[in-house]
Antibody, heavy 121, light 108 residues
Framework: EVLLVESGGGLVQPGRSLRLSCAAS????????MHWVRQAPGKGLEWVSG????????DYADSVKGRFTVSRDNAKKSLSLHMNSLKVEDTALYYC??????????????WGQGTLVTVSS | SYVLTQPPSVSVAPGQTARITCGGV??????VHWYQQKPGQAPVLVVY???DRPSGIPERFSGSNSGATATLTISGVEAGDEADYYC???????????FGGGTKVTVL
């Protein structure tokens, strides 16, 4: 069974940093691109970042570019999202998601259960 | 940036057919995927590559894509189909993934 388990969320003040992690199991991790997708309370889905199978091609939504950094450790089967200069509008449930292919251009399946990030003073 | 437009809500009686649209410029040339999200749960893929269903998804769910509109059709709607539905494409111009705003399906 493919499983994605996020961790690292919590309450953080505006301007501070936070690091999210995603532990993957049940599939050949280094064969697939991965993504972070977020959902603000009561709102829709927003793609945040994608990374290809070996980590040498990454991309970000305009809303987080320059503040967030995505990375992966294929040996540990893990995905990370380093979030700097956090803003109140970054408050959301952050999902770790597996892409259908090696480059981050496919469909998303499956999704983790998410980790909640709350940015507030 | 590329924009996908969905109606905020669709209401349908049990046993009837629900059609959820997803509009975008030249969307017929893009590959569209659809997700179902029930309250308090993570999204689940229900249609990929516009018309294909993952294993475990009922045949009642089907998709189409032509012109400026992609459509997710739910035939014989059941109470358990009540959820939010999102369309998604990869935009080659921006190299970004894009979601529609979501459609809440209510079963009357």
């Amino acid at each position: 069974e493919v499983l994605l388990v996020e961790s690292g969320g919590g309450l953080v003040q505006p301007g501070r940093s936070l690091r999210l992690s995603c532990a993957a199991s049940g599939f050949t991790f280094n064969h697939y691109a991965m993504h972070w997708v977020r959902q603000a309370p009561g709102k829709g889905l927003e793609w945040v970042s994608g990374i290809n199978w070996n980590g040498d091609n990454v991309d970000y939504a305009d809303s987080v570019k320059g503040r967030f950094t995505v990375s992966r450790d294929n040996a540990k089967k893990s995905l990370s999202l380093h979030m700097n200069s956090l803003k109140v509008e970054d408050t959301a449930l952050y999902y770790c998601v597996k892409d259908s292919g090696m480059i981050p251009r496919g469909w998303f399946d499956p999704w983790g259960q998410g980790t909640l990030v709350t940015v507030s003073s | 940036s590329y924009v996908l437009t969905q109606p905020p809500s669709v209401s349908v009686a049990p046993g009837q057919t629900a059609r959820i649209t997803c509009g975008g410029v030249n969307i017929g040339s893009k590959t569209v995927h659809w997700y179902q999200q029930k309250p308090g749960q993570a999204p689940v893929l229900v249609v990929y590559d516009a018309t294909d269903r993952p294993s475990g998804i009922p045949e009642r769910f089907s998709g189409s894509n032509s012109g400026a509109t992609a459509t997710l059709t739910i035939s014989g709607v059941e109470a358990g189909d009540e959820a939010d539905y999102y369309c998604q494409v990869w935009d080659s111009d921006s190299d970004h993934q894009v979601f529609g705003g979501g459609t809440k399906v209510t079963v009357l």
